[in-house]
């Protein structure tokens, strides 16, 4: 195995850092109602790429919400799905992770979750193990990594799902269904990273830089559902990244699921003192 620095910039491919948090599982295996709701629907279906463009502006206007999240991929001839819950401040940019990662195939080993914390440019894990003493953060500079932390820490920052959207290229308004009890509209189409970082805000432009360079193709197949205020309740994005090892091409789908919004948030960023310093191994 080999060693690197806790504090140490990083440009390590999403395969391998992704597989860092598997790695024990690896080696076993804006508002409006009535008449207006029905004006919002034609407005979509009639130009859906510029509804999805702005619906992070939605989620800024929104505040707040709690998020679940989920991440599945395929290793070793093995299915494994990485699930995540927390709360997440959009006009701050800042939000918290409970991650849990599966068990081991037999089912034998219970991994602890790790607590992630979400900033703009960077990400921070407690009880990321590989050596780490449980109460110190590690803490990665997105801006390094190969994916952007698209699908680094297991879980997408959900501002990060919903500014990728910001590079819509190509949508169709599928139609209404319901998401967790909300009426939604579907979308599904296709986003290009590049261009989501050209418009994307301050904080996401340089972590969606890199992943337009970091994965396979900077093409994004998504699908998206949005309540009758624009914001959105659920997407699903389909990322594709190259494995550094066997240079094969890893796809991970990736689902965030948004609700509560206006939920208290109150998200406290590490002190430099609590963010170890050490060796971390991989």
Same mark, same amino acid.
């Given at each position: ?239 594709? /990244? ?18 509560? /919004? ?21």
């Amino acid at each position: 195995m080999t060693q690197r620095q806790g504090q140490h910039r990083r440009t390590v491919g999403g395969a391998v850092v992704v597989a860092g948090l598997v790695a024990c599982v690896c080696a076993g295996a804006g508002g409006c109602s009535g008449s207006g709701a029905a004006v919002e629907d034609a407005r979509a279906a009639g130009n859906p790429v510029e509804t999805l463009r702005h619906a992070a502006d939605r989620l800024v206007a929104a505040g707040t919400s709690k998020a679940r999240t989920s991440m599945e991929m395929a290793t070793g001839g093995t299915r494994v799905t990485i699930r995540g819950q927390g709360v997440y401040d959009y006009r701050k940019q800042l939000g918290r992770l409970r991650v849990v990662l599966p068990q081991d195939p037999a089912g034998a080993t219970e991994h602890r979750p790790i607590t992630e914390l979400l900033a703009p440019g960077a990400l921070f894990m407690k009880h990321r193990g590989a050596g780490v003493p449980d109460d110190k953060w590690v803490r990665v500079e997105t801006a390094t990594l190969s994916d952007g932390n698209l699908v680094t820490g297991g879980a997408t920052d959900p501002f990060a799902a919903a500014e990728l959207l910001r590079g819509t290229r190509t949508a169709t308004y599928v139609g209404e269904t319901e998401v967790a009890g909300a009426e939604v509209r579907h979308y599904r189409g296709t986003a290009d990273l590049a261009e989501a970082a050209q418009d994307a805000s301050e904080g996401g432009r340089k972590s969606l830089s890199a992943a337009a360079r970091g994965f396979a193709t900077a093409r994004v197949p998504f699908d998206v559902y949005l309540d009758d205020q624009g914001r959105i309740r659920k997407v699903r994005h389909r990322f594709s /990244f190259v494995n550094g090892q066997h240079r094969s091409a890893v796809a991970v789908a990736s689902t965030t699921l948004l609700y509560d /919004f206006g939920a208290s948030v109150d998200v406290r960023l590490p002190e430099s003192g609590d963010i170890y310093a050490g060796r971390i191994a991989e």
